[in-house]
C-alpha cells in the first residue's frame, strides 16, 4: 500500500508534524512506501527524509503513485475535494479548524466548551468576533461559518475520518459527518514506548507541561492552587502568549514564591522535571482533541490530575489513574490537588495504573496496526 501524506507543512511545527512523521517512519517499516505532498512549498530535508517521495506540487500524485491519501491539515477546501475525488482518501482531524470558525471550540465571553455545531450558535456567542492581522486597521474582524461550511463540503469525497478520541468523533457527528466514517485511533508517538515509569517523588511537587496558552487552562490551575492548604510547589515547563499573564496572576494570588515558570526546554531534559514530580495536571480550559501530554505523563508513572474537557476522559479514568474533575470547575480541582497532595501513596498508586493503562492499552504499534486498517479500508 502506497500512502501519500498531505499537509500544509514540510518541516516540523508542533505536533501534529511529529504525528505525521511518526506515521510515516512506522508505516515504512512494515512494507508501505510513503510520500509527503507539503502544500506551503517549504519542505525541511531532514523532515522528509523518511519519505520515498516529496514535493509541493501535485505532479507528486503522478510520480509516487499512491494507493490512498492520509490528509492532514490542508486549509484550502478546493484542494481536499480535487485531491479526494482523484485518490480514495483518509482525513486525519488533528483539531477543531475544520468545524469551529474561531478554532478554539469554546465560547469567548463565557469561556463554556461549546457543544454545538457550526451555525448560529457562533454569531449567538460572538465567536464570528475575531482580533485582526497586525497590519489591519481594525482591532477586530468578522469571521463567518461561511468557510467552515466550505471545508465541511469539500470532505464529502472523503473516504474516511480518523480522530483521537470520542468527543472529536461526536464534534464531527454533530456537523454532518455521520459517525460510522469516523475511526477512533489514538494518537500515539513511538517516543513514548521509549518512556519508563519512575517512582514519584516524595515531596509535593506538581508537574504541568505544554504551552502556556489561554486554551490550556494553566490560570485555572493557578487560581485553584491558591485555595489549596496543603504544602505544594508548582512548576510550569512551556512557554506561550499567556505566560506573563500567568506570572502576574500568581503574584496577584500570593502564590509566586511557590510556581517555578521554567519557560521552554529541551524535550530530552523533561525526564529529569517528571522525576522531580509527585504528579501531573492538564488544567485544559479547551476541548483537548486527544491530550497526548496526559499519556506522556502516566507512561512515566505519574498520576494526572485533569479536567474532563474534549478527549480527556478517553484515558484518564477518575480515582484509578488519577482525578478527572468537571470543566473548568476551580473548586473541584482544588480538591483533587488536596486530596493527592494529602495522599502521596495513592498518587503513587494511581501512576503504576497509569503506566499499566499505557503499557496495554495505548502503544504505537497498536496506533499503527488501526491506522492500516483505516487506511486500507479506504483503498
Known amino acids: 500500500m502506497r500512502v501519500l501524506h498531505v499537509h500544509a507543512k514540510g518541516a516540523f511545527h508542533g505536533g501534529v508534524e511529529q504525528i505525521l512523521r511518526d506515521t510515516a517512519i512506522g508505516l515504512q517499516a512494515r512494507g508501505w512506501p510513503q510520500g509527503l505532498l507539503a502544500l506551503d ?21 503522478a510520480s509516487f503513485r499512491p494507493d490512498v491519501l492520509l490528509i492532514h491539515k490542508v486549509e484550502d477546501a478546493e484542494t481536499v475535494a480535487a485531491l479526494a475525488a ?11 479548524d475544520l468545524v469551529c470558525p474561531r478554532r478554539h471550540k469554546y465560547f469567548p465571553l463565557s469561556q463554556r466548551i461549546c457543544d ?36 465541511l463540503a469539500a470532505n464529502s469525497k472523503v473516504s474516511g475520518f480518523i480522530v483521537g478520541s470520542r468527543w472529536m468523533r461526536d464534534e464531527l457527528d454533530m456537523n ?23 517512582p514519584p517523588s516524595t515531596q509535593p511537587r506538581i508537574l504541568y507541561v505544554g504551552q502556556v496558552i489561554r486554551g490550556k487552562g494553566v490560570d485555572l490551575l493557578l ?71 496526559g499519556l506522556e505523563a502516566m507512561a512515566r508513572g505519574r498520576a494526572v490530575v485533569g479536567f474532563d474537557a474534549g478527549g480527556i476522559g478517553d484515558w484518564l479514568e477518575d480515582g484509578v489513574t488519577g482525578r478527572l474533575v468537571p470543566a473548568a470547575d476551580v473548586g473541584a480541582m482544588a480538591d483533587a490537588l488536596e486530596q493527592l497532595l494529602e495522599n502521596p501513596a495513592q498518587a503513587a498508586d494511581m501512576g503504576r495504573a ?3 493503562r499505557v503499557a496495554g492499552k495505548f502503544t504505537h504499534e497498536a496506533y499503527l496496526d488501526a491506522m492500516m486498517q483505516a487506511l486500507e479500508n479506504a483503498a
Open 41 to 61: 512549498g517549504d519542505i525541511d530535508a531532514e523532515f522528509a527524509s523518511v519519505f520515498e517521495t516529496s514535493g509541493s506540487g501535485l505532479d507528486v500524485l
Open 86 to 96: 482523484r485518490v480514495p482518501s483518509v482525513r486525519m482531524v488533528h483539531d477543531h
Open 116 to 151: 454545538k455545531p457550526a451555525g448560529i450558535a457562533c454569531y449567538t456567542h460572538l465567536c464570528c468576533v475575531q482580533r485582526a492581522p497586525a497590519d489591519s486597521l481594525f482591532p477586530v474582524r468578522i469571521s463567518g461559518t461561511g468557510a467552515v461550511r466550505r471545508g
Open 176 to 198: 454532518g459527518i455521520p459517525a460510522e466514517r469516523i475511526s477512533i485511533i489514538p494518537p500515539v508517538p513511538a517516543a513514548l514506548s521509549r518512556s519508563a515509569p519512575k
Open 223 to 293: 487560581r485553584a492552587l491558591a485555595r489549596v492548604e496543603a504544602p505544594w510547589h508548582l512548576k510550569v515547563i512551556g512557554t506561550g502568549n499567556h505566560l506573563e499573564s500567568c506570572r502576574q496572576l500568581a503574584s496577584q494570588l500570593g502564590i509566586a514564591h511557590k510556581v517555578d515558570f521554567t519557560g521552554w526546554i529541551a524535550h530530552e531534559e523533561l525526564e529529569t522535571h517528571y522525576a522531580a514530580s509527585t504528579f501531573t495536571v492538564v488544567p485544559s480550559r479547551w476541548p483537548e482533541p486527544f491530550g497526548m501530554v
Open 354 to 356: 497509569g503506566a499499566e
